[in-house]
């Protein structure tokens, strides 16, 4: 599993400028950007390395060049919630060790009255999935975690251990801007904010309520959903948040 940099940055760098394409914020292309810090996950002399910066990506040359030649898992450009700020901690993806192993995180969306004073709602949801890793009950732990959340835009998030990747689709609006889309590409599976040209014809959108497996290893995709009430379905993402 891993995408090549030159595959991805690219794409990447136009979906956070909001010129790849249109949505219920981004009506007119450029519109809507993700200037608030970026972060990645990479390949390098056989370990997995986080990089993370408060500049727009596509501003951050010196730090882009650092992904040259490596084989990339995770990309994520922010957009801040209101009442935030730009700073590093707050950027993702958010890194964690559990029982000896690096699990990475990124969120797109918004969810409301989960987190403590200064803290993010996205470390958060993270805190949260923590317990069941270690037990290693990830489905199970996803489907609690996530079913007990009431009050969001959009829980759409990423989450990468030593074996799979685990992708959660989870919107209650904005069905274009956050629905997320697995792509079938010449190395691998790929999971999107949006449908990118570059990766393929073989596209498919996820619907709200999907949660994606894929093993690092052999890249094979396994398909589950959350199982919600349909409080939140009946209102119907590299990634942006």
């Given at each position: 599993?891993?995408?090549?940099?030159?595959?991805?940055?690219?794409?990447?760098?136009?979906?956070?400028?909001?010129?790849?394409?249109?949505?219920?914020?981004?009506?007119?292309?450029?519109?809507?950007?993700?200037?608030?810090?970026?972060?990645?996950?990479?390949?390098?002399?056989?370990?997995?390395?986080?990089?993370?910066?408060?500049?727009?990506?596509?501003?951050?040359?010196?730090?882009?060049?650092?992904?040259?030649?490596?084989?990339?898992?995770?990309?994520?450009?922010r957009r801040m919630s209101p009442q935030k700020k730009v700073e590093l901690s707050q950027t993702?993806?958010?890194?964690?060790?559990?029982?000896?192993?690096?699990?990475?995180?990124?969120?797109?969306?918004?969810?409301?009255?989960?987190?403590?004073?200064?803290?993010?709602?996205?470390?958060?949801?993270?805190?949260?999935?923590?317990?069941?890793?270690?037990?290693?009950?990830?489905?199970?732990?996803?489907?609690?975690?996530?079913?007990?959340?009431?009050?969001?835009?959009?829980?759409?998030?990423?989450?990468?251990?030593?074996?799979?990747?685990?992708?959660?689709?989870?919107?209650?609006?904005?069905?274009?801007?956050?629905?997320?889309?697995?792509?079938?590409?010449?190395?691998?599976?790929?999971?999107?904010?949006?449908?990118?040209?570059?990766?393929?014809?073989?596209?498919?959108?996820?619907?709200?309520?999907?949660?994606?497996?894929?093993?690092?290893?052999?890249?094979?995709?396994?398909?589950?959903?959350?199982?919600?009430?349909?409080?939140?379905?009946?209102?119907?993402?590299?990634?942006?948040?």
């Amino acid at each position: 599993m891993g995408a090549p940099e030159s595959l991805l940055i690219d794409p990447f760098l136009r979906m956070a400028r909001g010129e790849n394409a249109l949505n219920e914020h981004n009506t007119e292309l450029g519109e809507w950007d993700h200037a608030h810090g970026w972060g990645a996950v990479y390949e390098e002399d056989g370990q997995l390395r986080v990089l993370r910066s408060t500049a727009a990506c596509w501003e951050d040359d010196r730090k882009l060049k650092r992904l040259r030649d490596r084989r990339v898992f995770l990309l994520h450009a922010r957009r801040m919630s209101p009442q935030k700020k730009v700073e590093l901690s707050q950027t993702h993806p958010f890194e964690q060790e559990v029982a000896g192993a690096s699990w990475f995180f990124c969120h797109n969306g918004t969810v409301r009255g989960i987190a403590p004073p200064r803290e993010s709602d996205s470390r958060e949801v993270f805190r949260r999935l923590l317990p069941h890793i270690a037990d290693g009950r990830i489905l199970e732990g996803t489907r609690t975690v996530y079913g007990g959340l009431d009050d969001f835009t959009g829980a759409n998030t990423f989450l990468l251990g030593p074996e799979a990747l685990w992708a959660v689709c989870l919107y209650s609006e904005n069905r274009k801007y956050y629905t997320l889309t697995l792509a079938q590409t010449g190395v691998g599976p790929i999971v999107s904010s949006e449908s990118l040209e570059e990766l393929g014809s073989e596209t498919t959108r996820l619907p709200n309520g999907t949660i994606l497996r894929i093993d690092r290893r052999t890249g094979r995709v396994e398909r589950a959903t959350l199982n919600r009430d349909d409080k939140t379905q009946h209102h119907a993402a590299l990634s942006l948040s």
